[in-house]
């Protein structure tokens, strides 16, 4: 019997997409590359769009997921999902309202990941890490580390809920002292060092190595 490789679907933003990571095309793409290179291992759909936040990845996820199943009637194995550092930023000033509250981000979080995990496998990482002293980004968003953590924890304690594997980020970078090397100028996104710092955390991931029979 032939057996088919896994399929990956990784949604999210800009951090999917790859931006700031001029070397390596981004954490996600590094991933994708060292799949490659190993027999049988899964291969990768990276959907990530910058900017997006929870609402919007809620509204595309179910479409662009069903129809990258390779194989007649078939669909992807498992769901990778990296939202919710745009949810997080104020709007127009430092003490602005959020994009998103974090009571509606857990809300809404809790019914997309309801409905993913009744499609098939999911799981979910953490935030990254800002560099406040660069806000406001595009001269109107505030990012946090103090949004991010409460965050971060929503969707720690909805993955824990609903018992879906969690990675998380925030909290494991900023205790690296190095952490902020790895921010572009903007405040937000990863350069290429960063990028290698999470694709390295990812691909040690003993649910993803788990998921994808790579042990």
Not at 87 to 115: M, N, V
Not at 134 to 156: D, K, Q, T, V
Not at 182 to 196: C, F, K, P, R, V
Request: neutral net charge; glycine residues 8%.
């Amino acid at each position: 019997m032939i057996r088919h490789p896994k399929k990956l679907i990784v949604i999210g933003d800009s951090a999917v997409y790859g931006w700031g990571d001029s070397d390596g095309g981004g954490w996600c793409e590094r991933l994708r590359r060292h799949w490659m290179k190993l027999p049988n291992s899964p291969i990768v759909y990276s959907l990530g769009i910058r900017g997006d936040g929870l609402e919007k990845v809620a509204k595309r996820w179910h479409q662009e997921w069903q129809c990258r199943g390779e194989l007649r009637r078939s669909v992807p194995n498992g769901l990778l999902l990296s939202i919710g550092l745009n949810d997080t930023a104020k709007i127009g000033r430092q003490d602005g309202r959020p994009q998103l509250s974090s009571e509606a981000f857990k809300f809404g979080l809790e019914r997309l990941l309801t409905q993913i995990k009744n499609q098939t496998t999911v799981m979910m990482i953490g935030l990254t890490a800002v560099n406040e002293r660069a806000m406001p980004f595009s001269e109107c968003l505030w990012y946090s580390n103090e949004a991010c953590s409460i965050y971060e924890r929503e969707i720690e304690e909805t993955c824990l809920q609903l018992d879906i594997p969690f990675l998380p980020i925030h909290k494991t970078m900023m205790t690296n002292p190095k952490s902020q090397q790895w921010i572009q100028a903007d405040g937000i996104h990863l350069n290429s060092e960063g990028h290698e710092w999470l694709f390295q955390k990812i691909m040690a991931w003993p649910s993803l190595i788990k998921w994808g029979h790579l042990e």
